[in-house]
């Protein structure tokens, strides 16, 4: 074992530790101080022995154990019920929903948003009929959360997420674009940011230029850049030279996530804030790329799109947009700088009848997909997780001598958002 990974180790079990010593106090907090005390001492033995099993059978590009993180995920619930209960003075039928709506939420999937909040009642229900309102509040939250994961794992057998490489160059993943947020925050100045690292000619609101440098470089099997319209063709490789109207349209069943990730995600980070309503959107769209090009070269090594409402240049997203190719076909990796690490997805191109471009990340193939990376700051070494239940599709297209696209977006095989583009060249 390396000094780093006993390091490593060793901090895994202590945090392990304290998590475990809260959740025992706060279970057993209502019986006395001995009580609390002995409850805190059991919690961290009993999380320390669970986390150094998990750690001793967990292999080399391997997530912890999926019952390590169950154990976990309840030890970590407990707390907060406690909490929650103190200060609202809810019963165990309530902390149940609360615990199980939370812990559904955080599944991502439909059906488990769904599935949580029954779970929950259900816990919180049979707790009130065991002990009524004196019941743990602690227990209560924590065992919905690890009711609510056991159930799930029985109905839903396919992964969410799985670890694709642990610590690598980023060369053995050409399909991630290994660009982070070196602080908490994203925003519109992130190129400019960027530029001060990686050195080059750093150029805002660059003209005349694209998302990619050229279809060309696209050409595959499946896809064959002559068959594009020219306007389409224009618009991928002079993208400036037009303006888009956004018209959003989200599924109902979405609209709660993605308002919550919203307040506490995407405005505190400065990425990923898309609008909500096509009355947002009425405040203008403003959408620039940003280059850098290397010293010595005449060619451009970073573009990112940026795109941010008129009004108050607040970000709705930063891209940094790259193609690659691998095996005889070309892809576009997007890459979504998020702090310490990248969220990319990776998309395939087809062709769409009538000379359009259809960009997807639902393939057959093993690039495409969508990928969140953590990316080391001292080593530059990739760990990334795949998401295969996420996915997208693009389709750009000429109607009428118009531009239009559709950005279709979907969670395990439901539509939650679909983003309708009106593209217009600039005056």
Known sequence: ????????????????????AVAGAAIAGRRGPRATVAGALAGAAGLIATEAVARARQRPGEVPPWWSRVVMSGALAAPVGWLGARVSQAGPVVV?????????????????????????????????LAGGREASPAAVAASAVVGFRLVSALLFRDAQVSLLAERVPAEDLPFVVPLEARTGYVGVDY?????EVLGGSYQADAADVGIVGSLDDLAGPQFDPAGVDPLVREFYERTTRFQLDIVPEWRLWARPGYLLYRTLVARPVGQANVPMNQRE???????????????????IGVRGWIRSFADTDEPIYVGIYTTYRHAGRGYVSVGFP??????????????????????????????PGHYLTYIDPATRELTTL???????RLDVFAENGELRAEHAFALYGLPFMVLHYTIRRKP
Do not use: N, Y
Request: cysteine-free; overall charge positive; aromatic content about 4%.
């Open 281 to 299: 959107t009425l405040r203008g769209v403003r959408s620039r790329i940003d280059t850098i090009t290397p010293h010595g070269s005449g060619v």
């Open 191 to 195: 190129v400019r940011t960027l530029a």
């Open 338 to 367: 998020v702090p310490q690490g990248s969220f990319t997805a990776t998309l395939v191109p087809l062709p769409r009848a009538g000379g359009g471009l259809v960009l997807t990340s639902h393939s057959e193939l093993e690039h």
């Open 1 to 20: 074992m390396t000094e780093r990974s006993a390091g490593e180790r060793a901090g895994g079990l202590a945090f392990a530790g304290v998590v475990g």
């Open 386 to 392: 795949a998401v295969p239940g996420f996915t997208e």
């Open 96 to 128: 149940g929903l609360a615990g199980g709506t939370v812990a559904g939420a955080l599944g991502l999937r439909p059906q488990k948003v769904a599935l949580g909040p029954v779970v929950g009642v259900a816990v919180g229900a049979a707790w009130r």
